[in-house]
């Protein structure tokens, strides 16, 4: 059965409800209304904008929220790849963030259509929880990122308000996923990555690793 996240997101109108209000107002209820999520969230913009010659795939992006600022700072031969399943959420994508260096393809997390160690960064910010079976995203994500290359997670994380009787009901009825405080840790454990870090704001948690060098 079709959540209704799922519904939303292939819906023309809801992509840009989605990149303009939506999105903005969900990430601060990720901090319980503090401002957590949302400095973390510029510091991490701030971070994709660096300057470099990187290659960045950015699984399920949505109508682009990331696209600019990961595209920023590139050098060289350096590209960002958007992709995402959601037909609506690419055209709105597409005609919001035109430039040489950012590309869009529509693809199933599942199974990225790019080679083994592709990618220098590779990340999932604000989408995991909407998908279905998630943490096969998350093998195919190490699998396409470079030896040296970084993962960066934004998802849902379980926390006492998390935990209230319930919650997981509504959850699994809207389609989110709540996860648990070790279950992506432990998954990039299980594949080897090293420097993994998780930072907690609320309901939500960044998670960031690394793909050992051979």
């Given at each position: 059965?079709?959540?209704?996240?799922?519904?939303?997101?292939?819906?023309?109108?809801?992509?840009?409800?989605?990149?303009?209000?939506?999105?903005?107002?969900?990430?601060?209820?990720?901090?319980?209304?503090?401002?957590?999520?949302?400095?973390?969230?510029?510091?991490?913009?701030?971070?994709?904008?660096?300057?470099?010659?990187?290659?960045?795939?950015?699984?399920?992006?949505?109508?682009?929220?990331?696209?600019?600022?990961?595209?920023?700072?590139?050098?060289?031969?350096?590209?960002?790849?958007?992709?995402?399943?959601?037909?609506?959420?690419?055209?709105?994508?597409?005609?919001?963030?035109?430039?040489?260096?950012?590309?869009?393809?529509?693809?199933?997390?599942?199974?990225?259509?790019?080679?083994?160690?592709?990618?220098?960064?590779?990340?999932?910010?604000?989408?995991?929880?909407?998908?279905?079976?998630?943490?096969?995203?998350?093998?195919?994500?190490?699998?396409?990122?470079?030896?040296g290359g970084e993962l960066i997670v934004f998802t849902s994380v379980r926390s006492s308000i998390a935990a209230v009787p319930g919650a997981d009901l509504v959850a699994g009825l809207s389609g989110l996923r709540i996860f648990g405080r070790r279950e992506l840790l432990d998954r990039f454990d299980d594949l080897g990555m090293t420097h993994v870090e998780q930072t907690i704001t609320g309901v939500g948690q960044y998670v960031h690793?690394?793909?050992?060098?051979?």
């Open positions: 059965m079709t959540s209704v996240a799922q519904r939303l997101m292939g819906n023309p109108a809801f992509s840009q409800i989605y990149e303009r209000l939506w999105r903005p107002v969900f990430t601060r209820g990720f901090s319980l209304g503090g401002s957590q999520t949302l400095d973390y969230d510029r510091a991490l913009r701030a971070y994709l904008a660096r300057p470099g010659e990187r290659l960045v795939l950015d699984v399920a992006c949505g109508p682009g929220n990331y696209s600019r600022d990961a595209a920023s700072g590139l050098t060289g031969d350096g590209r960002y790849v958007g992709l995402d399943f959601s037909a609506s959420m690419l055209e709105q994508a597409q005609r919001d963030h035109r430039d040489d260096r950012i590309a869009y393809v529509r693809g199933d997390a599942h199974r990225l259509p790019v080679p083994d160690a592709s990618f220098d960064t590779v990340m999932c910010l604000a989408a995991l929880y909407l998908i279905p079976d998630p943490l096969p995203v998350l093998d195919e994500m190490a699998r396409v990122v470079k030896p690793a690394r793909r050992p060098r051979v």
